[in-house]
Nanobody, 124 residues
Framework: QVQLVESGGGLVQAGGSLRLSCAAS????????MGWFRQAPGKEREFVAA????????SYADSVKGRFTISRDNAKKTVYLQMNSLKPEDTAVYYC?????????????????WGQGTQVTVSS
């Protein structure tokens, strides 16, 4: 059974940084792509970033390009989201996800397993 556990969320001022982590278990982590999504109050869940099995291919939402960086450590079975220059509009619950493929994807429907989420709040 695949399990994903996010950590690292919290309250930060605008312009600040946070690093989210997602620890995976239940299958061979290094074989599958990983992604981060977020959901703000009253809004639909949206794509943030994704990374391929080996980390050589990444994809980002336009709203976070140049500010967020996704990375992974296959030895630690962990994926990270480094978030810099945070804005109040980045406030959301952030979810880690994985899919039954090694390739990057950027839509919710292509991800099969989800974590419980971690809250990120950016104050102005």
């Amino acid at each position: 059974q695949v399990q994903l556990v996010e950590s690292g969320g919290g309250l930060v001022q605008a312009g600040g940084s946070l690093r989210l982590s997602c620890a995976a278990s239940g299958r061979t982590f290094s074989s599958y792509a990983m992604g981060w999504f977020r959901q703000a109050p009253g809004k639909e869940r949206e794509f943030v970033a994704a990374i391929s099995w080996g980390g050589r291919s990444t994809s980002y939402a336009d709203s976070v390009k140049g500010r967020f960086t996704i990375s992974r450590d296959n030895a630690k079975k962990t994926v990270y989201l480094q978030m810099n220059s945070l804005k109040p509009e980045d406030t959301a619950v952030y979810y880690c996800a994985t899919r039954d493929s090694s390739l990057v994807a950027d839509t919710l429907e292509r991800f099969n397993y989800w974590g419980q989420g971690t809250q990120v709040t950016v104050s102005s």
